[in-house]
Structure formats: structure tokens, C-alpha cells
């Protein structure tokens, strides 16, 4: 027993602590799971041969998963998405797959392993791939959302292929002492063909009227309880239950799991289903992944290193053609084809799952499963680095042809105004001018904001503010006011070095993302910065003082006592800024010199007020807050 915990706890150990840092780095949690797994088996050694009956424990986690999967398909949903998820996502998964048979067929694989390598490579990270476009704020773009399409067919397509892969058992490897797994119990071992499949489709249709018809009413009894634990008991009975029962029919238990969780797709007890069950396949699919990375062999990986690579550069390259070729297909131009092309190049998680069910069902001799694993994680391990190549090589090369693309408009009048930057902050600096019928010449390099400006008769043009040139024939050297709000940080940097140097006496406002680039800012010569959520900010606090019972009046005293501090230790605070590395980072100097100023807005919070009087503000009652019931006495109250 004690050697079970200390293996717990080393397992636990090595995920706590590489997870995050994985994380952290940009790299994924699947990925940290699998570095972790390599230290603590191949490299110091602290785990063994247990890792592979572990492996078949935690493959439960796969199980969950898709019943999850399968409980986020809502069929309007999919309905919406449908030529994406089939067209798109279909062809995908068939056209990678065909590739990777031809291959692995032309490299001297028999039929049935090759098909089961090109199944397991037209697969990619939903974990990884997902992760990281909400990350970068890219999965509402159109390549973030046919990525997503895609993603989500090979989710689905995954059930099918571990239905498939039993059917391509090679003999010769049921005679070299391979085990399925499942051969413990079966239901349909002698049985004639007819009966197997009467027995097949018989279980299937009970998962289905089991999920419709008796699962409601045993939540219902459950809930009935009172107890969480024991709603958590059920939802864990009911997965393992259809898993063994597909099991027990030869069908692959993921199948069922998937089936259930469509079927309670719709349920009043999804929500409550997925937080129960979520833990459980957070933690074993993390336990899968850590053993996967233990079981690499590294010895293998020193003998066959070039092998490892050059496959491995091979699938990122084969699948990014066929992906490149689809986005222009179904028309995904631009930085968006090539979003959608680099997001989904490599490998996934799933090729371990299929991989692993593909030996222990005798299809993939074991010493081929050891290189292609190394294949699949070196492939994750790249994806980081497309991610990179896509924001520093493809984004800004797009940007620029795109600007090539269209010359920069013709600027036609000059006024004392130049905004540069016209998105939802600089349209409403452009709104106020105009209201007080300020000329203005407004600049930006997003056509579709210029097209808004002038469906309401502002004068704009297209082109780049950073330009000397279009600086010029805006008639900066004649202007009083130059304010940028650009969304690129470095460049508003940069052009107000430009102005400041080579016009000085122009006056400019700054638009500043945060504390610190306002800062740079400052540093480079702006005579205003103004951040972008500070007026913003006060003015919700002074409703949140206000819903608290605070008078409006007392509210707008207490938000202008706030701006009064900031100002007064402003200067301040920059000077310790740029006295710092260059002003590049916040030091415990600077920390020292912010809580400082803390201390004085809480000082100036507590300050005697005058009472507003009523003939200063109108009238104004407290918010009322519902009541709470009062307790009723019990029969033995005193």
C-alpha cells in the first residue's frame, strides 16, 4: 500500500509543478503533462514498469471526455455550422488520412497499420490548439472559428476510428502475446453474426432510451437526497455502467460514453453533470498524458533521432498543405488561411489515445508505436513555434500587403486636428470635435473603421499615421493637436518620438493602454496621456458607492478626491519609473512608492465631506435592498 502512495505522490508531484510552468510558457497543459511524465520516467527514473497498468486506468479519462463531447453537440448549433463541420472539417480528416495511409503504406507498412497511422495523424490538439486562440484573442476570427469546425469533426470522428481499429487486428501480433484489453469478458465471443449484431444494437438502443426515459427520473430521486456526493456517485455510475456495457459487446466503451452524453445533450441536469464529472476527466486524462510521457523511450529517440525528426517535420508539412488548401477552398483568405493552417498542423492528444488503443488491439507492433509517439509529441512540442511564426512572419507581411494592396488615399483639406487612429476609442475623440464643428483629419490603416466615420460624414482617410509622409500632407507642420489612438502599442510609441522631434510645438494627446505605456509615452515626449479604462473605471466605481448607499453627490466627491491623489503623485511615480532599468519594469523601489499612495487615497477617502444640500442635487434615496425573511419562531422559542 505504501508503494501505491509514494507513486501517487510522485505522479501528482510532477504534474503540479510542470503543468503551470508549461502553461505558463505558452506551451499547453498537455504538453506539461507530457514533459512531466519524461522527467519522472525516463529521466530520474522514479516510475517504471507500472506506468502501463496505470495507463489502462486512466484511459477512463478518454471515456469521460467524450461523454462530455458529446453533451456540448447541441443540434441547433451544429445545424448553424454545418458546412464548416462536415465540408470543411470532413474533408479534412479523409484527405489527411488518406495521405498518411499512402505514406505509411509506401514506407512498407502493411495496409492495416498504415490506415490505422493515417487515422491517428489526421487528428490535432483541441487542448493545445483551442488553448491557445482564446489565449491570443483569435478564436472569433474566421480562422479561429473553421479551426474550431475542424477541431470539432475530429472530436467526433474519433469515436468511428476507435470503432474501426479492432477490425484491423493483424494476427501475427495476437501471436506474439498482445492483449486487447477486453478480453476478460465479452457477451458475444460465440456468437453467429446475426446475433452479435442483434445483441450490438440492442445495447446501443438501450443507452438511448435508458438516457431519455430512466436517467431524468434517477436524478431526480438522487437530487431528491439532498446529497452532492451522491449525485456525483450516479453521474460516475452511469459512465462506467455504459462504458462496461460496451465493453462487455465489444464496441468501444468512448463510443457509448459519446452516445449518452448526445443523448443528455438537452438535459436540465447537463450542467450539473459536467461540473460532477469534469474533475475526474481533468485529472485522469492529465495521468494519461504523464504516462505517455513516461513510456517514451529514450533510447529509442537517441537511435532513430533523425527518423523522429524528419517524420515529424513531415507531418507538420503534409498536413499544412492539405490544410492551405481547404482554407482556399471553402475561402479563408489571408492571415486567416494561414491562422487556420499553422493552428492545426501538428498531432493531438488523441493520436496517444488511438495509439495506444491501436497496440493493445494488435495493429501497431509495439516497436512502431515508440517512434510514432515521439513523432506525435515532437509535433505538439513544435506548436508553440507556429504560433510564434504566424504573429512575428505571417501577421505583419499581411498587413503590410494589405496596406500595399490599397494606396493611401488622396488627403484633400488640412485641419488643425489630426487623429490618428479612428477605432472605438478615436471614433468618439472624432465625435466630440465634429459636435463642436472642430476640423479634423482622421487616419487609420483599417478601411472598414474609415467606411463607419464617413457613413456619418467625418472626414477620413486611409493610410498610416506612423508615415512621415502622410503626416505631412495631413498638415501636421501647420496642426495644434495630433491625438493617437493607435491599437499598436510600439508604433504609438514611436510616432510620438517622431512628432515630438520634428514638430514640437505641436500639442499631443496619447492614448495609453496601461499604467506602464503610459509611462513610455510620457517618456517619449507626450504632452497628455489618458488612459483607456481610467475614466471608465471611476465612473462604474462611482455607481458601485452609489448601489452600496452612497450619495451620487458623495460618490462624485470620492472619485474626484481619487483623481486629485493620482495627479499629485504622478509625477512622482514617473520619475521612480524611468530611474529603473530604463523604465522597462516596476521595481520594489517603484511597489514601495505605490502603496505610499495608497495610503494617502485612503486618507483622502476619510476626509470630512460637506453635506450635499438639497437645493445643490436633486433628490436621492438609497437603493432599496430586499428585506431578509424574517426567522419564525419555532414552538420552543423562549
Not at 490544410?323 to 486567416?336: C, E, T
Not at 508553440?384 to 496596406?403: C, G, Q, S, T, W
Request: glycine share 8%; charged share 15%.
Amino acid at each position: 500500500m505504501t508503494s501505491y502512495f509514494i507513486q501517487a505522490f510522485i505522479y501528482l508531484v510532477a504534474a503540479v509543478i510542470a503543468v503551470p510552468l508549461a502553461k505558463r510558457f505558452g506551451l499547453g497543459s498537455v504538453l506539461g503533462y507530457l514533459v512531466a511524465g519524461v522527467v519522472i520516467g525516463p529521466i530520474l527514473g522514479l516510475v517504471g514498469q507500472e506506468t502501463t497498468t496505470i495507463q489502462h486506468f486512466a484511459e477512463f479519462g478518454v471515456v469521460m471526455m467524450l461523454f462530455l463531447v458529446g453533451m456540448e453537440l447541441d443540434p441547433k448549433g451544429l445545424w448553424a455550422m454545418r458546412v464548416r463541420l462536415i465540408g470543411l472539417g470532413g474533408l479534412q480528416v479523409v484527405l489527411t488520412a488518406a495521405a498518411g495511409t499512402a505514406i505509411a503504406w509506401w514506407l512498407g507498412l502493411v495496409w492495416q497499420t498504415a490506415l490505422a497511422v493515417g487515422l491517428i495523424f489526421a487528428l490535432s490538439s483541441t487542448a493545445i490548439v483551442l488553448q491557445t486562440l482564446n489565449e491570443k484573442g483569435l478564436a472569433r476570427t474566421e480562422g479561429g472559428r473553421s479551426a474550431f469546425s475542424v477541431l470539432l469533426f475530429q472530436d467526433i470522428a474519433v469515436i468511428p476510428m476507435l470503432a474501426l481499429i479492432p477490425l484491423l487486428a493483424l494476427p501475427e501480433l495476437m501471436g506474439a502475446g498482445g492483449d486487447d484489453g477486453h478480453a476478460s469478458l465479452s457477451l458475444v465471443a460465440n456468437l453467429p453474426g446475426w446475433a452479435h449484431a442483434l445483441v450490438v444494437v440492442t445495447a446501443i438502443a438501450s443507452v438511448i432510451a435508458a438516457g431519455y426515459y430512466l436517467m431524468p427520473l434517477l436524478f431526480r430521486y438522487v437530487i431528491g437526497s439532498g446529497l452532492r456526493e451522491v449525485f456525483t456517485a450516479t453521474a460516475l455510475m452511469l459512465v462506467i455502467g455504459i462504458a462496461a456495457l460496451m465493453s462487455v459487446v465489444n464496441l468501444s466503451p468512448a463510443l457509448g460514453a459519446f452516445l449518452a452524453g448526445v443523448v443528455l445533450a438537452n438535459s436540465e441536469f447537463k450542467h450539473e453533470l459536467e461540473a460532477n464529472i469534469e474533475p475526474f476527466k481533468g485529472l485522469l486524462l492529465g495521468l494519461f498524458f504523464i504516462t505517455v510521457g513516461a513510456g517514451i523511450n529514450f533510447s529509442v529517440l537517441a537511435a532513430e533521432w533523425g527518423t523522429v525528426l524528419s517524420l515529424g517535420l513531415a507531418v507538420i508539412v503534409i498536413k499544412g498543405v492539405i490544410l492551405l488548401g481547404l482554407a482556399l477552398l471553402f475561402r479563408v483568405h489571408g492571415s486567416n488561411g494561414w491562422l487556420f493552417t499553422l493552428s492545426l498542423a501538428q498531432a493531438g492528444e488523441f493520436g496517444f489515445v488511438l495509439l495506444t488503443y491501436s497496440v493493445q488491439n494488435n495493429v501497431i507492433p509495439t516497436d512502431i508505436s515508440q517512434v510514432l509517439s515521439l513523432v506525435v509529441a515532437l509535433s505538439m512540442f513544435l506548436t508553440p513555434l507556429l504560433f510564434i511564426a504566424y504573429d512575428r512572419l505571417v501577421l505583419p507581411r499581411y498587413l503590410i500587403a494589405k496596406n500595399d494592396d490599397r494606396e493611401a488615399d488622396a488627403i484633400e483639406e488640412q485641419a488643425p486636428v489630426i487623429v490618428a487612429g479612428v477605432g472605438r476609442f478615436g471614433q468618439i475623440i472624432c465625435r466630440l470635435l465634429r459636435a463642436n464643428n472642430i476640423p479634423i483629419v482622421a487616419l487609420d490603416l483599417e478601411i472598414e473603421q474609415i467606411e463607419n466615420l464617413r457613413k456619418i460624414n467625418i472626414k477620413s482617410y486611409f493610410g498610416d499615421a506612423s508615415r512621415s509622409d502622410l503626416l505631412e500632407t495631413a498638415g501636421i507642420e501647420h496642426a495644434r493637436l495630433l491625438v493617437i489612438a493607435l491599437d499598436d502599442r510600439e508604433r504609438a510609441v514611436q510616432m510620438v518620438k517622431h512628432v515630438k522631434h520634428a514638430y514640437p510645438q505641436v500639442w499631443v494627446l496619447a492614448r495609453a493602454f496601461d499604467r506602464g505605456h503610459g509611462y513610455q509615452l510620457r517618456d517619449a515626449g507626450a504632452d497628455d496621456v489618458i488612459s483607456e479604462t481610467y475614466h471608465s473605471a471611476l465612473e462604474l466605481g462611482g455607481h458601485a458607492l452609489t448601489a452600496m448607499g452612497v450619495h451620487p453627490m458623495r460618490a462624485k466627491q470620492m472619485t474626484w478626491a481619487f483623481v486629485q491623489n493620482e495627479d499629485a503623485h504622478e509625477d512622482e511615480l514617473f520619475a521612480t519609473w524611468k530611474d529603473i532599468e530604463g523604465g522597462n519594469t516596476f521595481g520594489p523601489r517603484y511597489s514601495e512608492l505605490f502603496m505610499k499612495l495608497e495610503e494617502s487615497l485612503n486618507s483622502a477617502m476619510q476626509q470630512d465631506w460637506p453635506e450635499p444640500q438639497r437645493q445643490d442635487v436633486p433628490i436621492w434615496t438609497p437603493p432599496e435592498h430586499e428585506p431578509k425573511p424574517q426567522q419564525q419562531p419555532s414552538n420552543g422559542a423562549q
